[in-house]
């Protein structure tokens, strides 16, 4: 196959998933853990088993209640799950990584919570890096290539309350572009 040819196609596929705003379906195994993984947690009320949050420290005095809230979402809430940033040093990172095992329900609510609490979400982390149910908001642990920026139109895209954990996991894989950086980051 000629370059021209190779270039029109690849500029072909580009036009169609602008325009349909989707991609081809993503294979499970890239998408979710292997069949043999075991949650560290009982998933059946919520497939968040580790969440860890950095706020901005005006939030400070609502720790309470906040942990209240994750509790109230059967999210286990440990000493360090809720921390907060120096008085005085600027604004926490603003990014979320969410693992593969997440679901898409689970998934919208921490992304709401960052939000509501953090302002904004301008990068999301790579799902290989975390374990599959582990949420993070505001996490300092990856550089820079580990993140890969989002805008608010594919925000709220991953947002969308019709998305199945399916659609959300393959949407959040397509918007990381994880297939090509597994190749050359790890």
Known sequence: MGTKKILVTLVGLGFFVVLTGSSAAVSKERLFPS???KPPCDISKTT??????????????????????????????????????R??????PTNIAIGSAVSAEDARMVIDFAL???????????RPLNPPNYVAIATSAWDELSQIPITPEDLKRLRD???????????????????????RFY
Do not use: M
């Open 116 to 126: 509501k609490y953090n302002d904004r979400i301008n990068l999301l982390v790579l």
């Open 35 to 37: 069949s043999t993984y």
């Open 161 to 183: 309350p019709k998305l199945t954990t399916d659609e959300f996991h393959s949407l959040y894989y397509n918007l990381t572009d994880e297939g090509n950086v597994a190749s």
């Open 48 to 85: 968040v088993c580790t969440i860890e949050i950095w706020l901005a420290h005006k939030h400070k005095k609502r720790k309470r209640e906040l942990r209240d809230f994750l509790k109230s979402k059967s999210i286990k809430v440990l000493n360090h799950t809720i921390q907060f940033w």
């Open 87 to 92: 008085r005085r040093g600027g604004h926490p």
